[in-house]
């Protein structure tokens, strides 16, 4: 494909353009060799009829009272799809606009040249003989409407006498979010043709808002493990390619082209594709074999698709003014010869839908190509790993469970996971503050002195350091009270998979809070908290605005949210109230530091937050509340059993020493016996070696 008109290019014999044959992609078996025509000047024979979209018959509906889930509308470029518009999805709460999941690209490569349209799905060549021939001309219509979503596409040679005819049938599976498109290229001469086909696969799906969760669009693939290692080539996975949107950055010629398959890792793991996809954060398509579920270990391998190309070119602006960009997936075939008066199929099933475990679980066919591995919660990157599935979907399992069968709305439910999640790790919780505080404590009625032999040896750093570990042992202070924060360093994937969870879960778009009390109120009118996938909107301004000096951050400003603002007050409570005094005498500067620093907190990242979607603010304002709470009670509890401690050992003396205390005073024990045998090694003496041994 070319920049300048997206089409392919005729190819020489040998081009690494080319895909290689393989048994993968092989639709007919080949017979024995036969004398090949020599055809000369192949193209496709132009019909009469409009070239814009609006000439061609429409199928499915947008009326979610009837079977059909999906309105398809198609381009003469191709006979490829110009739009998918779900019947029951819609782009707000308002349900005034169909979400559109896929959309013609429109774009001009350079000043002064046409402008290209890629259509999903389009039919884009057929290299017959070595001969590529044009199926996507931009000036001419070669395809012709045999019926609603049929179209058929003639191939002659410069004589006028008919090579092949393609044929492309789109069938909607009535009740499911995923169509059939039943393709064949039909040999109309007496002798065999080799032919590779090319098509258009998936296209990018919108972007969505700015300036919260980065760039959600990716590109999947699911694939079967090597016959070696999985002998049943069933089951079929997804995890090792998560392939973000190339950036406007990247783009810096209009255009880049990357091959995504195969490559030398999926050459060699020998990895068979069985689907590929384009996603955003709710919305998901993709192309899959068609198989039958019911069938007995189906051949679950793509064979029509033995090469996916991807295109990204600048595509527009987004709402800051800079340039955005689209992507599209090119599918190859690998070389298939087809008999005389035969044909070869290259049909492949197309879902186009929601990122919904639910829904892709519940179509036996869906399910069967392993399609419910296009939902994964996880914003990807350097953390990307950090966020483990089988914990984003427990918590997601946990959160249906209290929504569907005891709170009955997706707010509460949200409080209801934070406190269990909560609930569960208070143990660790209060036994990692527990030896924070008391360390705190120990440290901070030790700083007089510290800070006394600090001032007396400044000039020694050694003794100075001798000085404050003998006044450690002293006071019988053990540092292994400090590693009471390693336990929260512990649960932070916890976290880190709730975050991600409630951010791309699809239960959550275009929910209400609180059984949607505040519509209630006000008839509608109000959309505060009416989507827990959105900011909570609480006074909108109707437009948005790009503030350059904060927007970077926070994205574009709609509206004033409040659960930001609120989560704000609450850090600054914490802060002010809660936070433990500093185990550590402080110069000026690290104090000023140390301030700037809770300002920072109390400050940006409610900024960060405020175009999070409301669900998120919710729970990180519950998590924070509940936070408090606990801190609170911890606290007292651990100065209520200190002055128990304190007492008893008063009246009985003390009592028994605990592990960490016991551990201490073997480690100092050990420390003095060897200090010991450092100073008569010192001292010298014939016995060196034996108290050299003893040290040991």
């Known amino acids: 494909a070319t920049p300048q008109t997206g089409q392919l290019q005729p190819a020489a014999a040998g081009d690494a353009s080319v895909p290689a044959a393989g048994d993968a992609a092989a639709p007919t078996d080949a017979p024995a060799a036969q004398p090949v025509p020599a055809f000369t000047g192949l193209r496709a024979r132009p019909v009469e009829g409009d070239l814009t979209p609006a000439a061609l018959t429409p199928i499915g509906s947008l009326d979610p009272v009837g079977d059909a889930r999906m309105l398809v509308e198609f381009n003469p470029v191709g006979a490829g799809i110009e739009a998918i518009r779900l019947a029951d999805h819609f782009k707000t709460v308002d349900r005034k606009e169909h979400d559109v999941v896929q959309e013609t690209i429109r774009y001009t490569p350079q000043v002064g040249a046409p402008t290209v349209a890629v259509s999903s799905m389009a039919a884009l060549a057929v290299s017959i003989n070595d001969q590529v021939v044009d199926l996507a001309p931009l000036e001419a219509r070669i395809w012709s409407q045999t019926g609603p979503g049929e179209f058929s596409a003639t ?66 693939f699911g694939y079967l493990r090597s016959p ?21 950055r990247e783009v810096r010629a209009q255009w880049i082209e990357q091959t995504l398959w195969p490559t030398r890792t999926t050459q060699n793991d020998s990895l068979s594709l069985v689907w590929t996809a384009m996603t955003n954060r ?10 039958d579920p019911a069938t007995q270990r189906p051949d679950k391998r793509l064979h029509p698709v033995a090469e996916v190309r991807r295109f990204a070119v600048q595509h527009g602006l987004d709402v800051s003014g800079r340039p955005d960009t689209a992507a599209f997936l090119r599918l190859s075939s690998s070389e298939t ?22 829904v892709l679980r519940d179509d036996p066919v869906t399910a069967a190509v392993g399609l419910d591995q296009l939902v994964v919660y996880t914003f990807g990157g350097p953390c990307g790993f950090c966020t483990f599935q089988s914990l984003t979907h427990g918590l997601l399992w946990m959160m249906r469970l209290w929504h569907d069968y005891i709170v009955f709305d997706w707010g509460l439910a949200i409080i209801m996971l934070v406190v269990c999640v909560r609930t569960i790790l208070h143990p660790v919780t209060k036994w990692s503050q527990t030896s924070m505080y008391r360390f705190g404590k120990q440290m901070q009625a030790l700083a007089p002195k510290q800070k006394r032999i600090q001032e007396q040896y400044k000039d020694d750093p050694k003794r100075m350091r001798e000085e404050i570990a003998r006044l450690m042992r002293e006071e019988k202070i053990n540092y292994a009270g400090a590693l009471g924060c390693l336990p929260m360093f512990l649960q932070t994937p916890i976290w880190i998979a709730l975050f991600a969870m409630l951010y791309f879960a699809f239960d959550l778009r275009h929910e209400p809070a609180f059984f949607g009390v505040f519509q209630r109120i006000t008839g509608g009118g109000w959309h505060f908290l009416a989507d827990l996938a959105e900011p909570d909107n609480a006074i909108p301004f109707g437009r948005s605005f790009w503030v350059p000096a904060i927007s970077s951050l926070m994205g574009p ?16 409570v914490q802060q002010k109230y809660l936070t433990p005094p500093t185990t550590a005498t402080l110069t000026p500067e690290q104090e000023t530091q140390q301030k700037i620093m809770k300002v920072m907190i109390v400050v940006m990242f409610p900024l960060f937050m405020y175009n999070a979607p409301s669900g998120l603010a919710l729970y990180f304002l519950t998590n924070s509340t509940l936070g408090i709470i606990e801190s609170r009670h911890i606290r007292k509890h651990a100065e209520k059993v200190d002055a128990i401690k304190a007492a008893r050992a008063k009246v009985s003396g003390p009592g028994r020493k605990s592990f960490m205390e016991r551990l201490q005073e073997q480690i100092d024990a050990r420390q003095k016996m060897l200090e010991q045998a450092r100073a008569r090694r010192a001292g010298g003496g014939g016995g060196d070696k034996r108290e050299r041994g003893r040290g040991r």
Do not use: C, K
């Open 282 to 291: 709710y919305f998901g398509v993709a192309v899959f074999p068609l198989i």
């Open 155 to 220: 191939i002659e040679d410069d004589q006028g006498r008919e090579v092949a005819r393609v044929t492309r049938r789109y069938e909607l599976v009535p009740g499911a979010y995923h169509l059939r498109l039943h393709q064949r290229v039909e040999n109309l001469t007496g002798s065999p043709l080799r032919i590779t086909w090319y098509q258009y696969g998936p296209l990018s799906l919108e972007r969505g808002r700015l300036g919260y969760g980065g760039d959600p669009r990716r590109t999947r």
């Open 228 to 248: 070696a290692t999985d002998p049943a080539q069933q089951y079929v996975q997804a995890g090792r390619f998560l392939l973000p949107q190339p950036t406007a």
């Open 337 to 358: 010869v087809v008999p005389a008066s035969g044909s070869a199929d290259l049909s492949m099933g197309i879902y186009a839908g929601p990122l919904s475990t639910r």
């Open 557 to 572: 400003i709609s509206g004033i949210n409040i659960l930001p603002i609120i989560l704000g007050l609450v850090f600054f």
